[in-house]
Every structure is written in structure tokens, then in C-alpha cells.
């Protein structure tokens, strides 16, 4: 079977896996950090929401009226309206929130 790697000598191909075992370890690395930043995130969410019940209502509130927002989008998008009819709940209150 063709193997990019066949026409390089063994010393060459080992130097590449080497590299390719770094880049997949570097990657991992940066995922497993990646993944620990957002339970952080997510714990310190839980404890703000947890101690300041408005702010949850708020939130909850916030998330529904997105949620409705986003399914009359969907249905103008079926009845054939295709036309966006602006932006986000939450970017309402916080602009800037939305963009990419």
C-alpha cells in the first residue's frame, strides 16, 4: 500500500513520527487544559448562580427568550422569510457578545 512516507529513509521517517507523536501530545496537552479552563468556567457559573438567585432568574429568563427568538427565526426561515430580523437576547444586553 502507498505510504507518503516511502520514499524517505527509515532515520527520516522516524524523525517524522517522532514530530507527529509531539504534535498529538501538544495537542492532547492543549485540549486537556482547554477542558479544564471550562470546568473551572463552568464550576465558577454554578457558584454564581447558586449564591445570587435573581441572577439566575435573570439568566433562565435571558436563555428562554432566545430560545423563542430562535424558533420563530426557524419557522419565518420555513415559511420562506429568510431575511434576519436582527440579533441575539443576550447581545441585546451585552454588545459585542455575538461577534466572531
Known amino acids: 500500500m502507498y505510504n ?6 527509515f532515520s527520516e521517517q522516524l524523525h517524522l513520527t517522532e ?3 509531539r504534535r498529538r501530545h501538544n495537542h492532547q496537552m492543549f485540549l486537556h487544559r482547554n477542558a479544564q479552563m471550562l470546568q473551572q468556567e463552568l464550576d465558577l457559573e454554578d457558584e454564581l448562580l ?3 438567585p435573581e441572577l439566575a432568574q435573570a ?7 432566545e430560545i423563542l427568538a430562535q424558533q420563530q427565526g426557524s419557522f419565518d ?3 420562506g422569510d429568510s431575511t434576519s430580523k436582527g440579533q441575539s437576547v443576550w447581545s441585546k444586553f451585552f454588545p459585542g457578545l455575538g461577534k466572531s
Open 77 to 79: 426561515v420555513m415559511q
Open 19 to 21: 514530530e507527529e507523536i
Open 50 to 52: 447558586a449564591e445570587n
Open 4 to 9: 507518503q512516507y516511502d520514499d524517505l529513509s
Open 59 to 65: 439568566v433562565h429568563a435571558f436563555n428562554m427568550q
